[in-house]
């Protein structure tokens, strides 16, 4: 019973963190843009993940948080150079390796360094191609890693599907 109703109050304690942090979320945005960025990608691939694998509730919205924190924390340590050198290493990866080749980026100015690897393409009913991939980012000497899924665009650029 106890598990019941924490699923039941889950959704409404994410809703109750999402609302009071509005306010402080344009002044983040203001201040560093980068950090917003990775941790709303960061929630949306921690959900997704958890609801991929067909988690409660409950863990969806953990999964979320938890992906909030991590892409917040990885956005917030990345600089204009290194957002630049990995965005070029995912392109290069969903655009021309083959699965489990990785593209490679490293920034000597910042240490910072990271991989994109595909490690599945596949094909929507659409006729849009869809790529998963892993991507290490290592800042400070410790990765982290982060899964998900880019589709090719109509105009033949990858967006990142959250």
Known sequence: MHRKNMCRWA??????FV????????????????????????????????AAAGGSPGVIVASALGGALLGGFVGHK???RD??????AATQAF???????????????????GTVTPTKT??????Q????????ITIGGEPQKTYGTACRQADGTWKIQT
Request: proline share 4%; with cysteine.
């Open 129 to 136: 191609y869809c790529r998963e991939y892993t991507q290490t």
């Open 83 to 88: 957002k630049q050198m990995a965005s070029q």
């Open 95 to 113: 655009e021309k390796n083959q699965t489990g080749q990785a593209s490679v980026w490293n920034n000597p100015e910042t240490g910072n360094s």
């Open 11 to 16: 959704p409404l304690v994410l809703l109750v």
């Open 122 to 127: 596949y094909q929507l009913a659409t006729g």
């Open 78 to 80: 990345l600089d204009n």
């Open 19 to 50: 609302l009071t942090s509005c306010a402080s979320m344009e002044q983040t945005y203001n201040e560093n843009p980068k950090a917003l960025l990775g941790g709303l990608l960061g929630a949306g691939a921690g959900a997704g993940i958890a």
